[in-house]
C-alpha cells in the first residue's frame, strides 16, 4: 500500500473505536521491527520521525527505507509521520520530502524550548494546515507543553507546568483545522515521567475527559506515553544499566484515553528500554561477540515484541484490512471541496 495519511488512520480509528500506536525510529532495524509487529498483529501503524532521527539518519535514507516498507507489506495502512515539527520550514521540508503527516508544535517557539504564547502557536499552526492540506497532508498541533525533553526538544520540567485549558484547546482546534490535537495532562518525554505509579493528582485523565468532551469529534494525542514496563527497567539494570526507580504511563490509563477520543498514542521510550536491555545482555553474556547482527537481531526482536504488545493493548490489531489508501491527491481534493472536515465539532459545556 502506498503511503496514507495520518487524517485517514486516525479517521478509521475513532469509526473501529481503537488507537494507533505512533513509533518512534532513526535506523532501519527500528522500522523493521514496527513492520514485523503490525504484520503479526495485523494492524495499521503510524512511524515517526523527529528533528533529531533527521538528523541522525538523514532525510534521504529515512523517506526510502519508509518506502521499502510500505512495498515490503502491501497489506498494512502505514504513514509516515513528522514528530515536534519546530517551524514551518522544518515541516515544508518533510512534506517536501515526502512525509504523509507532520506535527507542528507551536507550543514552543522555534528553538524547541521556550514556550510559546497561545497566538504565537495559532498563527503559525494555522500556516502549515494551510500548506499541508493544499498537498493532502495532513496535520497535528499541540496545546499545552509536555514536560522532559526528547531529542533536544521540550521545556524540560515537570508535566504539569502546562497543562492544556479546556477552553483554549476548543479556540486552538477551532481557529487552526487541525486533524489530531495533542494535548498536555502532565506526561513527559522520556523514561523519568512520575516517580511513583501515577494517580489523578500528576496524571490528569480527568481533563482529557473534560476535552474530549468539548471536542467529541477531535482526535486526541497522547505524547509521553511509554509505560516504561518494570521488567525492561531491570533487564537494563541486571546487566550493568544504572536507570533510577521510575514509572510511566499505565496501559489502562492508555485505554481509558482510547474510550476518550484518544486515537493516537505516541511511544518512544519503551523500545529503546527493550533493545537497550537485549544488547547490554548479549554484551554481558557473551563478551566474545563483535558481530553486530549478534546484538542487533535480539535488540530489534525485543522491540517488536513491545510494539505487538501495544498495537493489542490499543485495539489496532487485527484492523490492518478494514480499508485501502486514500491518495495524498484524493486527499488534497477533500479537505479543498470540504468532505473532510477541519471544521471542529464543538459541544456546550
Ligand atoms: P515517550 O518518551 O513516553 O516514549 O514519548 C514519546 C513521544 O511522545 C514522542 O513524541
Same mark, same amino acid.
Not at 521491527?33 to 541522525?56: C, D, L, Y
Not at 517557539?109 to 503559525?124: I, R
Given at each position: ?29 527500528? *522500522? ?13 501503524? *503510524? ?81 502549515? !494546515? ?52 495533542? *494535548? ?36 486526541? !494525542? ?83 515484541? !513491545? ?43
Amino acid at each position: 500500500m502506498p503511503l496514507v495519511t495520518n487524517r485517514q488512520l486516525l479517521d478509521e480509528a475513532a469509526k473501529g473505536g481503537y488507537g494507533v500506536g505512533a513509533f518512534n525510529v532513526n535506523d532501519m532495524e527500528q *522500522i523493521q521491527a514496527i513492520m514485523e509487529a503490525a504484520k503479526e498483529t495485523n494492524s495499521p501503524v *503510524i512511524i515517526q520521525a523527529s528533528r533529531g532521527a533527521r538528523a541522525f539518519a538523514q532525510d534521504n535514507y529515512l523517506y526510502h527505507l519508509m518506502l521499502a516498507a510500505a512495498e515490503l507489506y502491501p497489506q498494512i495502512p502505514l504513514a509516515m509521520h513528522l514528530d515536534h515539527g519546530n517551524s514551518f520550514e522544518t515541516c515544508e521540508s518533510a512534506i517536501k520530502l515526502g512525509f504523509t503527516s507532520v506535527m507542528m508544535d507551536g507550543s514552543l517557539k522555534a528553538d524547541g524550548k521556550t514556550p510559546s504564547t497561545f497566538e504565537e502557536n495559532v498563527e503559525v499552526t494555522r500556516k502549515v !494546515v494551510d500548506y499541508a492540506h493544499e498537498r493532502g497532508i495532513s496535520v497535528e498541533g499541540e496545546i499545552g507543553v509536555l514536560g522532559g525533553i526528547e531529542d533536544g526538544h521540550g521545556a524540560g520540567g515537570s508535566g504539569l507546568e502546562h497543562v492544556t485549558d479546556p477552553d483554549q484547546a476548543v479556540e486552538f482546534a477551532e481557529r487552526t483545522g487541525v486533524d489530531a490535537l495533542a *494535548i498536555a495532562i502532565g506526561t513527559s518525554h522520556g523514561a523519568y515521567k512520575f516517580t511513583k505509579k501515577p494517580d489523578g493528582s500528576v496524571l490528569k485523565m480527568d481533563l482529557l475527559i473534560a476535552i474530549h468532551k468539548r471536542l467529541p469529534k477531535t482526535h486526541l !494525542v497522547m505524547h509521553g506515553s511509554s509505560s516504561v514496563p518494570k521488567e525492561l527497567q531491570d533487564i537494563i539494570n541486571q546487566y550493568g544499566g544504572k536507570l533510577k526507580e521510575t514509572w510511566g504511563v499505565p496501559v489502562e490509563e492508555i485505554q481509558l484515553g482510547i474510550k476518550n477520543g484518544v486515537r493516537k498514542i505516541n511511544v518512544d521510550t519503551d523500545n529503546r528500554l527493550a533493545i537497550t536491555g537485549a544488547i547490554r545482555k548479549v554484551f554481558a553474556e557473551t563478551p566474545e561477540k563483535f558481530d553486530p547482527r549478534d546484538y542487533m537481531k535480539p535488540a530489534r526482536a525485543a522491540m517488536q515484541k !513491545v510494539v505487538a504488545q501495544r498495537m493489542t493493548q490499543f485495539g489496532q490489531a487485527g484492523h490492518a484490512g478494514d480499508y485501502t489508501a486514500i491518495s495524498i491527491a484524493d486527499m488534497a481534493k477533500g479537505y479543498a471541496n470540504g468532505t473532510l472536515s477541519t471544521k471542529p465539532l464543538v459541544a456546550a459545556r
